[in-house]
């Protein structure tokens, strides 16, 4: 399952604190999208993370967990990613909660089933950078130098352009692709329908489709077909 992330193109992100009917649930799995991701920056708990996993698993597609909240990690996903800010000055959004982790629970992990994200938050308005510090302000050198410290000195697999809400820089993204060597790049944020979806896929390797399942789901599901065509 690791060996597949490559192969994404396109990835529905569905946040456990939000209401989604069935009859939306089964639009969205059924769309052709390559997997679903599990996940959010707060709000998140056991209990609706079990039951909107068990609600994805009546489907064939692979079903990924975003690890935001030990409280909440949930046995039963194909694979769990784990999320390294990048752009803090704070050790803990890198390694900190990453070693209590281990440290509480080391005898559960199915290490196999891991997969690190070097994560770029760009949007100082969104929940992730006022919760970690971010530090959103950087030009295209030193957004590419993130990339580079994660591919080739952290040996990431996954890179992950984070802007929370909005459309963000592509010229940036496009620099963070160029840098990021081996690691697939993920973007997120503001991919509202077919043409930003186009946009952005131009520049990254893998685009997550969040909010807009939420807001405007025809058009958000109009996102599959654009980047998969």
């Keep these: 399952m690791r060996d597949e992330i490559k192969a994404w193109q396109h990835v529905f992100k569905l946040d456990p604190d939000r209401l989604i009917s069935d009859e939306d649930l089964d639009r969205i799995c059924l769309s052709g999208t390559d997997a679903i991701m599990i996940g959010g920056s707060s709000g998140v708990t056991y209990d609706n993370t079990v039951d909107l996993m068990s609600r994805v698993r009546r489907y064939e597609l692979p079903c990924v967990l975003e690890v935001s909240d030990l409280e909440a990690v949930v046995p039963g996903f194909d694979l769990y990613m784990i999320p390294m800010v ?39 308005d969104s929940t992730v950078a006022r919760l970690t510090d971010a530090l959103t302000a950087i030009d295209r050198d030193r957004a590419a130098a993130y990339a580079q410290v994660a591919d080739r000195l952290l040996k990431l697999p996954i890179i992950y352009i984070e802007y929370s809400g909005r459309f963000g820089d592509m010229e940036l993204a496009a620099d963070i692709r160029r840098a990021a060597g081996e690691a697939s790049v993920f973007y997120g944020g503001g991919i509202h329908n077919a043409e930003t979806a186009r946009i952005a896929r131009q520049v990254c390797d893998t685009i997550i489709v969040g909010n807009s399942l939420y807001s405007d789901l025809d058009h958000a599901l109009e996102t599959v077909a654009a980047v998969k065509s």
């Design 86 to 124: 990048l752009n803090t000055d704070h050790s803990k959004w890198l390694l900190g909660q990453h070693v209590q982790a281990v440290e509480q629970y080391s005898h559960l992990i199915p290490w196999e089933l891991m997969v690190p994200e070097g994560y770029i938050v760009l949007n100082p």
